[in-house]
């Protein structure tokens, strides 16, 4: 186990509505970043949150945001959702951003997402 | 855009054979990481390389990173039926993280 945990497990919404994903990372872990993964492609890199500030975001559109506490959970939350919003989406923490010799990154189990 | 390619897409072996995915990224990456993911499951942190040429060795996974810091290779010796799952190259420029596409490996028992 990696000590991430995600929630919920799975969700089921309709288009239009507005979802919220939460993650708590490793103990001492100050980096978070989120990932959409749709069946059968690689994780695709939503952004990253250091030390509570956005550290970097890959391409997605405003409505995907992020939010990070000092407790080390952090959410991702998605407004105006999309049919093609769903996908297992997967947080990782990590001790340091990128290009880091400690970035390693340690993945939760996964929410699953589906819109209808 | 940037992009990380893995070759190939599916590979399917006998157990016992050896096994090898290559990544290709479009750009200069700052290091190389690579995961495994079981179906259904999440990725798994495997390594992560960061000097140019470097070579890593994991039991029977051997892993490179490329003289340009732009390619890498997994290569795994006596495949075990353990070792299904999808592989994937990952690594980052600037503050972006990008993964490869990724090679599914089936090993036949």
């Known amino acids: 186990e990696t000590g991430v945990t995600q929630s919920p497990t799975h969700l089921i919404k309709t288009r239009g509505q507005q979802v919220t994903l939460r993650c708590s990372s490793q103990?001492?872990?100050?980096?978070v970043s989120w990932y959409q993964q749709a069946l059968g492609q690689g994780p695709q890199f939503i952004f990253q949150y250091y030390r509570e500030e956005e550290n970097g975001r890959g391409n997605f559109p405003p409505r995907f945001s992020g939010l990070q506490f000092p407790n080390y959970s952090s959410e991702l939350n998605v407004n105006a959702l999309e049919l093609d919003d769903s996908a297992l989406y997967l947080c990782?923490?990590?001790?340091?951003?990128?290009?880091?010799?400690?970035?390693?990154?340690?993945f939760g189990p996964g929410t699953r997402l589906t819109v209808l | 855009g940037q992009q990380v390619m893995q070759i190939p897409q599916y590979q399917h072996v006998q157990e016992g054979e050896d096994f090898t995915t290559y990544c290709n990224s479009s750009t200069t990456l700052s290091n190389i990481q690579w995961y495994k993911q079981r179906p259904g499951g999440h990725p798994v942190f495997l390594i992560q390389l960061v000097k140019s040429g470097e070579v890593k060795k994991q039991k029977r996974l051997t892993f490179q990173f490329g003289e340009a810091k732009k390619n890498s290779s997994l290569h795994i010796t006596a495949t075990q039926t353990t070792d299904v799952g999808t592989y994937f190259c990952?690594?980052?420029?600037?503050?972006?993280?990008?993964f490869g596409t990724g090679t599914s490996l089936t090993v036949i028992p």
């Open positions: 990782a923490s990590s001790l340091s951003p990128w290009g880091g010799r400690t970035d390693t990154q340690y």
């Open positions: 990952a690594g980052s420029t600037g503050n972006q993280f990008y």
């Open positions: 103990s001492g872990h100050n980096t």
